[in-house]
């Protein structure tokens, strides 16, 4: 996903876990858990997150990761003084990703589910995945408002409202940190429709918390949002249609 510069409120761990799920990383002095996540943590180089686990001397130094090769190779670093490179991995075949640490010790990252790339921050695929259409994605109708809305122009609308274009306030991500909801909406465990699964339903009208908002491969808006229902991604907007207020009223 495309990174969306705003005044961010820091996710809990869970909402931002749900970007990728969870991996085991693994050394000769130790290993645990992690996420990654697409919070820049410096310039190409985004946040690990460990939680708090006891990973080993090794490990525990990690804080930052960055994908090449188009994400078949994850390079890891710590950030905790500077910027200092530890190691990488590479994906195998069967979907492992193998390599070593700086100093030659051998370093292994799975997927808790089994094989699967790490989503690109900068696109939100999966390594080996290409963009859909809207058409293409059979669940992509469940993220539409229950209402249509036609676009009045060249502006964008509420969804299932017809009328006057959307104010410009409720356009894009929200800066005081709260979304309501217009319309019956997904909540999805990634932003986006893309390889990703609903994991709850959020009500027309709900108050939510809001973070991290990105947009996907085209062009849409999602926000990770914290609920009654549940953590996890909503469709803020897309090029026709704005789904949640940027405020609560």
Avoid at 95 to 105: A, E, H, I, N
Wanted: hydrophobic share 35%; with cysteine; net charge negative.
């Amino acid at each position: 996903m495309r990174p969306v510069a705003f005044a961010l409120l820091a996710l809990l761990p869970g909402v931002a876990a749900a970007e990728t799920g969870r991996w085991s990383l693994i050394a000769e002095s130790g290993g645990c858990e992690v996420a990654f996540l697409p919070e820049a943590v410096d310039d190409g180089i985004f946040f690990v997150d460990r939680g708090d686990a006891d990973c080993g001397p090794d490990i525990s130094r990690i804080t930052g990761y960055g994908l090449n090769d188009e994400g078949a190779v994850v390079v890891f670093y710590s950030t905790l003084s500077g910027v200092d490179l530890l190691g990488q991995v590479s994906r195998a075949d069967d979907g492992v990703f193998t390599g070593t640490l700086r100093g030659g010790k051998p370093l292994r990252l799975e997927h808790k589910s089994g094989p699967r790339g790490i989503a690109d921050p900068a696109t939100g695929l999966l390594t080996g995945e290409s963009p859909v259409t809207m058409e293409d994605d059979p669940e992509a109708e469940a993220d539409e408002p229950l209402a249509s809305a036609a676009p009045q122009g060249e502006c964008l609308v509420y969804a299932g409202q017809e009328g006057a274009c959307a104010d410009q306030a409720d356009l894009g991500p929200p800066e005081g940190g709260q979304l309501q909801v217009l319309t019956r909406m997904n909540l999805r465990d990634q932003g986006t429709t893309q390889g990703s699964s609903v994991v709850g339903r959020i009500e027309a009208g709900a108050c939510l918390t809001a973070g991290f908002c990105s947009e996907d491969g085209e062009g849409r808006l999602w926000c990770g949002v914290q609920g009654a229902a549940g953590q996890g991604f909503i469709l803020k907007q897309d090029d026709k249609t704005v789904f949640a207020r940027n405020t609560c009223r």
